[in-house]
């Protein structure tokens, strides 16, 4: 490993925002455990759940595994919190109801530490309840693609705790808080980002922002996001970045 950053006491933090999220949130954890990576903390920031979420994180039996309570509501207040928390020098954001796609996935972004990157991103598993499975391939950044719509999927982002520190995720956002950190991160010349070629997350359709009852709330705050860094060209480019999205949403479709 070529990395040489400065020392912490947990190099990964994965944080995991929760919200009545008993009846997939054993898988995710689990997914965390299993890592051959192990020095790494899991903190899970909860919003308030009234199901059986808290008694499932109690009967974890391991000290890396923490509870946090957010008071704030949101789930990018709660991850705001859960990366102010945190005390590793890099953080990775899971889904209650997604999963790390094989026991190296942490193993793998340690090994491809470089000391200059501040973003690295990878592919993403979409899954269907069926079974079946959509590959998303990211590919490599460049300013001339975000133009055209194109982002990496947000599940796959390992970030520099420090820029998280510095550059929270807009709060007032329900569903595209992590595309408007995206343009705000990566139009700006703020961060450094690099691909990474391996699947790191199975990711499950069907969260809140691929919910059809929250496909206009979705398009709108796309459209606010834009609007806030290109003006009347973010009308353009939330067209591009719905365009991208046919391939997908006719696989979904076909796969319900």
Known sequence: MSYTGT?????????????????????????????????????????????????????????????????????????????????????????TDDCFSDNDVLNKYVGSLDGATDVYYSNINYVRGCGKNFLHRSGNFSVQKVLLGWLPPHPSYLVRRDILIRNKFDERYRIAGDYEWFLRMSCYGQVRFR??????????????????????????????????????????????????????????????
Not at 195 to 217: A, C, E, H, P, W
Request: glycine content about 6%; hydrophobic content about 40%.
């Open 7 to 95: 020392n912490c006491n947990m190099l990964i933090t994965v944080t995991m925002p929760s919200l009545n999220a008993a009846k997939h949130i054993s898988v995710a954890i689990n997914s965390v455990l299993n890592q051959s990576f192990q020095d790494w903390e899991l903190l899970i920031i909860d919003g308030g759940s009234t199901d059986d979420t808290f008694k499932i994180i109690k009967e974890v039996s391991d000290d890396r595994v923490k509870l946090l309570i957010c008071e704030k509501p949101g789930i990018y207040a709660a991850i705001n919190y859960g990366n102010e928390k945190a005390e590793g020098e890099f953080v990775i954001n899971l889904n």
């Open 195 to 256: 691909y990474l070629d391996f699947t790191s997350v199975n990711f499950k359709i069907g969260g809140i922002s691929t919910d059809l009852l929250t496909q206009f709330r979705s398009y709108r705050e796309d459209q606010l996001a834009l609007t806030k860094h290109f003006n009347t060209l973010g009308v353009f480019i939330t067209i591009f970045k719905k365009m991208r999205k046919l391939r997908r949403k006719l696989w979904e479709f076909m796969n319900v």
